[in-house]
């Protein structure tokens, strides 16, 4: 396993400060560039894990807080992260660090949506790696879930997401949720990334994004695509054997991407 080094940056989107970092391979460069997409409200460190782990396989990660979380300015609604989403692409590509004609995408969960919102739009993504993601936005954001994860985000800290300890601008945010669902939806937009690979990988034990929605979601995208179930995995990856498979799967379609990609250039 590589070594790695982590690279703070930022980019702006509607005059708003969007923060992160770049999870870098050691050495000059340019790497294959990968943009990873948080979840609702993903973990305070994005940089352990998943994004180490690529780096450490000779990737360069782009993972950052979308607006309205942590340390990005704002307020969290989905029009805005696909804005941002669209940026990132951007600032992966134009870094010096990366090889400007080929990123790959990895969302989790709430990310997983607005990834495959984001590549059903931009050609630029050549590749779409999606765990347990939220096939529907719209059932989502409608859906009995919404406000027990409001109260976790409570009380894990509302530091996480912006806005939320205000009455009135949560309602804001939930409203802005089902309305944006209308028009940015996963099950409407899966089908027009192919010819572009996309690997799905969800857990057996995933209580909280329903395997049938995902088959679902699955169904309608276009080849080439692979699903894996990962068993024994819950949503939050807690069983240390279903984590490594995990994070060893997604690792190996990154690789076999950028591979295929080298091949047929040469």
Not at 93 to 121: I, K, M, N, R
Not at 159 to 168: F, K, L, R, V
Not at 185 to 214: C, T
Request: aromatic share 8%; glycine share 10%; proline share 6%.
């Amino acid at each position: 396993m590589g070594s790695m080094r982590v690279l703070p940056t930022e980019f702006t989107v509607a005059d708003e400060t969007i923060r992160g970092d770049f999870v870098l391979p050691n050495g000059d460069g340019p790497f294959p560039g990968i943009c990873k997409f948080h979840g609702l409200p993903g973990g305070p460190d994005q940089v352990s894990g998943i994004a180490t782990r690529l780096a450490q396989t000779g990737f360069a990660v782009l993972t950052f807080d979308f607006r309205g979380f942590r340390k990005s300015e704002g307020l969290f609604r989905l029009a805005g992260e696909i804005e941002d989403a669209k940026a990132a692409i951007t600032h992966l590509l134009e870094c010096s660090l990366t090889v400007d004609s080929w990123a790959g995408v990895y969302g989790a969960s709430y990310g997983g949506a607005v990834a495959v919102c984001v590549a059903a739009q931009d050609p630029r993504i050549d590749t779409l790696c999606l765990r347990a993601p939220v096939y529907d936005t719209l059932w989502f954001a409608e859906s009995p879930m919404i406000g027990p994860a409001v109260n976790h985000m409570f009380e894990t800290g509302s530091s996480q997401i912006h806005g939320i300890e205000d009455p009135t601008t949560l309602h804001q945010i939930l409203a802005l949720m089902v309305d944006d669902a209308r028009t940015y939806n996963p099950i409407n937009e899966v089908s027009k990334i192919s010819p572009r690979p996309i690997l799905v990988v969800h857990g057996s034990d995933d209580s909280d994004i329903d395997l049938v929605g995902v088959k679902r979601l699955y169904g309608l995208a276009g080849d080439p695509k692979e699903l894996i179930i990962v068993d024994g995995a819950d949503h939050k990856l807690t069983n240390p054997a279903a984590y490594e498979m995990t994070v060893t799967t997604v690792i190996g379609w990154f690789m076999k991407q950028w591979n295929q990609s080298r091949s047929e250039v040469q």
